[in-house]
């Protein structure tokens, strides 16, 4: 549902802060306690509209309704599920603009290894046995749209509309940079999936409790070339009941970001887009190493005051011929020497106008089987709605999408 209210600018509430929230409050004359009334409506129980807010009396909700306000959270315009159960879809914002929002049940394996609580339950759940969790029930009992059983799930968001980094091999680069996305338009994006599939947090809203929630900011655009935004909205999904140890932030190497990133009270885990061995193929497929090169990187990386358990992930597209060779993971693991760092091995997605070759097979099992060889804990994706370009990189293909995709309803 969307709210637009005619004359008066639209005013989201779906992204404000408490301290915000009160102002509001308090400039329509409000007591206090209204302020906290619309923080759990927003973010626990994620209403979509004004009216569900049955903790106001209706004339207040009018008020508010009247002043401009809406909730404003991002409209599932299109959905697109996978054979694998994934779904994509493309979110609406107030202005029109679209980005993409992956739902991935079961994750894509990215989560593996890294001593976060998501990896030890996703490595526990290879031996946990064929159990019916809540939502096969409510899937047979024909509760929900969607028949896919999860134990877990990775939600994938995107943080600007399309992307200025012009990495090489990645379509959202191909759409060059629209706009940032704001704080309630990022976190917005896992409420709207939320609902959706109807999952419940803690005491909030929805007909189950899963399982895990992950987030992933992997979707399109850079989210440290829109830090702010992207920070306050892990305070947001917090308030949602979404732990930052269950959020990963990646990144293409924005440096002055993870020098800021390094000294956040609060943080997600960090992935870094290494995606080459040395600087001089870094520099072809990802310009934006002439800028910041690998070591620099690497040494940025090195004044995060990591947790125990925690590694450092470095992402790494497999290109065939370009950087899948066993000379590169030579050198991969010569740069990583003495870092906790985890390798997740991504299978290059194709794409229309990209001029790339996948790996052979073959290859990226040489190539994990040496990382593992040297001492780094290497997992390869799953490569997740292939069928539908859901996967990493593979967003916002629907202009020229396959006619086989299945269109489901929204909502
Ligand atoms: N901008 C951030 C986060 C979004 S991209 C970043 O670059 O890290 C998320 C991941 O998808 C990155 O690791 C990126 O290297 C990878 N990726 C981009 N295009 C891809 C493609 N076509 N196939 C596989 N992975 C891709
Ligand atoms: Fe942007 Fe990431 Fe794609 Fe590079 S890989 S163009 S940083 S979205």
Redesign the pocket.
């Known amino acids: 549902m969307n709210e637009t209210s005619g004359a008066v600018e639209p005013k989201p509430l779906f992204g404000l802060t408490p301290e915000e929230l009160r102002v509001v409050v308090e400039s329509l004359g409000l007591s206090k306690y209204r302020a906290t009334q619309l923080h759990d409506a927003i973010y626990k129980q994620r209403v979509n509209s004004l009216d569900e807010i049955t903790t106001l009396p209706s004339d207040l909700r009018e008020r508010l309704a009247a002043e401009g306000y809406t909730v404003g959270l991002p409209e599932i315009a299109q959905a697109t599920r996978s054979v694998d159960g994934t779904e994509r879809y493309l979110m609406r914002m107030a202005d029109g603009e679209t980005v993409e929002t992956v739902w991935m049940p079961n994750g894509d394996g990215g989560e593996r290894g890294d001593g976060s609580e998501a990896a030890l339950e996703e490595e526990a759940s290879d031996y946990d046995g064929a159990e019916p969790t809540l939502r096969d029930k409510a899937a047979k009992d024909g509760a929900l749209s969607s028949v896919a059983s999860y134990k877990r799930a990775t939600i994938c968001i995107s ?1 600007q509309v399309g ?1 200025a ?1 012009n ?1 090489q ?4 680069a191909k759409l060059g940079m629209r706009r940032n996305l704001t704080a309630g338009e990022i976190a917005g994006q896992v409420a709207a999936v939320l609902n959706r599939q109807r999952v419940r947090i803690g005491s909030g809203r929805g007909v189950q409790t899963p399982s895990r929630i992950n987030l992933v ?7 440290f070339l829109n830090y702010d935004a992207f920070m306050r909205s892990v305070h947001l999904l917090r308030a949602m009941g979404i732990p930052e140890s269950r959020m990963t932030v ?3 190497g924005i440096l002055p970001g993870i020098l800021q990133f390094a000294n956040e009270p609060v943080r997600p885990k960090l ?3 290494l ?1 080459a061995p040395n600087d001089e193929v870094r520099e072809q497929i990802m310009p934006v190493t002439r800028k910041w090169n690998i070591a620099a990187l690497l040494d940025a990386l090195r004044t995060i005051p990591f947790g125990k358990r925690e590694y450092v992930t470095f ?1 790494y ?1 497999l290109l065939g011929g370009v950087n899948d060779l066993p000379q590169h993971a030579r050198e991969v693991l010569a740069l990583l020497a003495g870092m906790k760092a985890k390798v997740n091995l ?6 229309p106008g ?1 001029d790339f070759r996948e790996p052979a097979p073959a290859d990226v099992a040489v190539f994990h089987r040496m990382l593992i060889d040297g001492g780094i804990p290497t997992f390869t994706r799953k490569p997740r709605g292939r069928d539908i370009y859901a ?4 967003l916002k293909r629907t202009v020229d999408a396959p006619e086989t995709l299945v269109e489901i309803a929204t909502g």
């Open positions: 943080s992307c980094v990495c091999f990645c379509l959202t900011f992997m979707g399109m655009g850079e989210p990646s990144t293409s992935a870094l887009s995606n992402e597209v991504i299978v290059w997605n194709p794409g990209i996967a990493c990189g593979q």
